[in-house]
Nanobody, 114 residues
Framework: QAQLVESGGGLVQPGGSLRLSCTAS????????MGWYRQAPGKQRELVAS??????NYADFVKGRFAISRDNAKNTGYLQMNSLKPEDTAVYYC?????????WGQGTQVTVSS
């Protein structure tokens, strides 16, 4: 079973950029479609972006600003986040898509504030 470790979060001003990484232990992770999810305080966890053999998909609220990618050779996924807004503030997680199959990692905190 894969263990997921997210990194790359931080404090950024509105309009700024961050690149998140998700490293998975175990080669099995590369066999699955992958998603990035986020959870803001007091809200449910929601899907942000996904990458499958058919391509990528984005939630409307990040479309045109975020880009998901992966490097299966490194068992690593990425989320490039541009034009960040205060409402993007959340803990970001990766997992399989469309159903999260592995234990959630600790996530990485993204805070967008001036």
């Amino acid at each position: 079973q894969a263990q997921l470790v997210e990194s790359g979060g931080g404090l950024v001003q509105p309009g700024g950029s961050l690149r998140l990484s998700c490293t998975a232990s175990g080669k099995i992770f590369s066999s699955y479609a992958m998603g990035w999810y986020r959870q803001a305080p007091g809200k449910q966890r929601e899907l942000v972006a996904s990458i499958t053999s058919g391509g990528t998909n984005y939630a409307d609220f990040v479309k045109g600003r975020f880009a998901i990618s992966r490097d299966n050779a490194k068992n690593t996924g990425y989320l490039q986040m541009n034009s960040l807004k205060p409402e993007d503030t959340a803990v970001y997680y990766c997992n399989t898509y469309s159903r999260p199959l592995f234990p959630w990692g600790q996530g990485t905190q993204v805070t967008v504030s001036s």
